[in-house]
């Protein structure tokens, strides 16, 4: 039988053997990555995806329009910061598509759903204040979101819950840019 050491240094056997591990990989191969191990409910899983994958896609949306249309001395700055922001998304989206893929699913880009399903709200501006303020909402509704995802899904999926967890991360600092950019554009202010 196989040992395993626990960080107390007290051999454990595996929970399964070699031959018990090569016999269930070969059941049901039509699953993919998701095997009898996996602690999730896939279909739950794919639903919550379709959802981060929808508010990733509105988040592109909402920075690339907002890079475009803003305008005013300050703006370059600010344009380029909502450039980056749009690329990162896009990353994210590419991200949760891929899972939701490799769960068996098929990722939803249907436009006329995208924000039925998405917890950002796809809100414009001429004003470029107004625009870094929805973004750093959108950004802050995102980071609640996520934190809530990688509790959900905890133990039961770690795969999803690290790629959620970069993905918040990441949204973390796009939360923290875009109070650096309110502030540096008096935009505190106004509630």
Known sequence: MNELSTPTG???P???DVKT???QARKHIDKGAVTQSYGGDVKKTIEILQSVLATEIVCVLRYT?????ATG???EGVKSEFQEHAREEQGHAMEVAERINQLGGTPDFNPQTLTGRSAA???TSDDLVEMIRENLIAERIAVEHYRELVRYFGDNDPTTRLMIEGILSKEEEHASDMLDLLTRHGGLAKK
């Open 10 to 12: 007290k051999a454990e």
């Open 14 to 16: 595996f929970l399964s």
């Open 21 to 23: 591990l090569r016999d």
């Open 65 to 69: 329009q907002h890079a475009i249309v």
């Open 73 to 75: 001395l300050s703006s």
């Open 121 to 123: 709200e796809y809100q």
